[in-house]
Every structure is written in structure tokens, then in C-alpha cells.
């Protein structure tokens, strides 16, 4: 992807960004799984196809969590049987094209993304749940105080570490630094209620911690590419 370059392991699912280009140079022997797909395939009713990947709850994991147009999640070794076979079936589908084949092919996927989407939302916890002590108190800090306007200084402090140290720290273990995981937790939240609640854009800003509303639709627009009310309306399309 680019000039970067991704290593696999068993278990490892790839989320690639919608226009991203990917190559396998490199590639050893192994086994897996691809499936490419436009949005339209869900039924997407969106006002265009850039908003709709980011409107769409089972497409955001493909574009809302990295800069770097891709996400590296990990599917559990219990889990991983179930997700060959599913990708299996969507293949037979596709393949025979009997009777009903876009019907039970749309069903198909749509769990593999709800099981992906599950997995992108389970990425901080289970962080927190292995034997990492510093990043369960991290997220803990960041969960409890999102909605106030803390900085990496505040995080740093609360742990009891540098800010040089702790960006770091995180940065290795995670792949992001303190500053992105504070910001997507407050636009985590910020989709929700522009979504599920009638709150202007600037009540919603105020409380996911932007007091300035201005500079919460230029972070919102430059992380999702729509503004906060351009979403609400993708977001509830019928």
C-alpha cells in the first residue's frame, strides 16, 4: 500500500480504504481470503459514494479508523473457522449464480461486515483487557474525561508519565498516538448523537469536548469528509 509495507500472521484481517491500491510483492506462501465490493452492493441510499462509505455504520470501520488507508484488526482463533466459511459461501454464491444468488450473496457479506465492524469496535477493548496496565489507564482517562477539553498533557500527567514517553508507548502498542484516540472517541460519540438525538451541531461539539463549533466541523469534516450535519442527513436516509 504506497511505499508501506504490512506483514500478515494467521488471524490477521485487512480493512482497506475504498480506492486504495494494494500489492502482494512479497507475499509468501499462505492462505486467505479477499472481498472487494462497492457500497451500492448494501443498498445504499447516501446523497453520494464518498459520504455513504462514512455514513453507513457497517462501511465506517473501512475509512474511520486510520490515516494510513488500511486497519489491521484480529480475529479470535475460536472465530476464525466461522469466518472461512462465510467467506466460502459468499464465493459459492457468486460462482454457481443460481436462482437468489444476489439475495443470499448481499446476506453473506453483510455478516462479514457486521463481524468486522464488531472487531473494529473491540480494538480498545481489548487492549484493555490484555496484560497492559498503562493503556487500560489511558482509555480509562480518555473514556471518563472525552467530553472535557483534555490534551496529551492531561493524559500524561494522569499516568504519571512524560508526554514525549507516553506518545511513544502508545504509539508502538497501538499504532496511534494519544491525541488520535482522544479525538476518535469524541467523534465516536459525536456520530452517535448527530444520528440518534436532534442536538444542534454546536451542542453536540460542546459535549464531545470541541467548544469552539467552528473547529469542530473543520476536525469532523477533515476525519469523515462531510460536515456534522451533512452526516446526520446520510446518516438517516430511509
Sequence with gaps: MGDREWRTEAGDAYVVAPGEAVGTDGFGRGEGWTVSFRPEALGLQAPDVVLSWRAHPLLFPFVGGTAEGAQRLKVPPEERASWSERFSALDVELGRRRDGYREAALAHLTLLLVEVSRLAADVVGNLRLKDEPLLAEVFGFIEEHYGEPISLKDVARAVGLSSGYLTTVVGRKTG??????????????????????????????LRVGYGDPGYFARIFRRAHGATPLGWRRAGRVS
Design 176 to 205: 496511534r498516538t494519544v491525541l488520535e484516540w482522544i479525538t476518535e472517541r469524541r467523534l465516536a460519540e459525536a456520530r452517535k448523537l448527530l444520528v440518534e438525538t436532534d442536538l444542534s451541531a454546536e451542542e453536540v461539539g
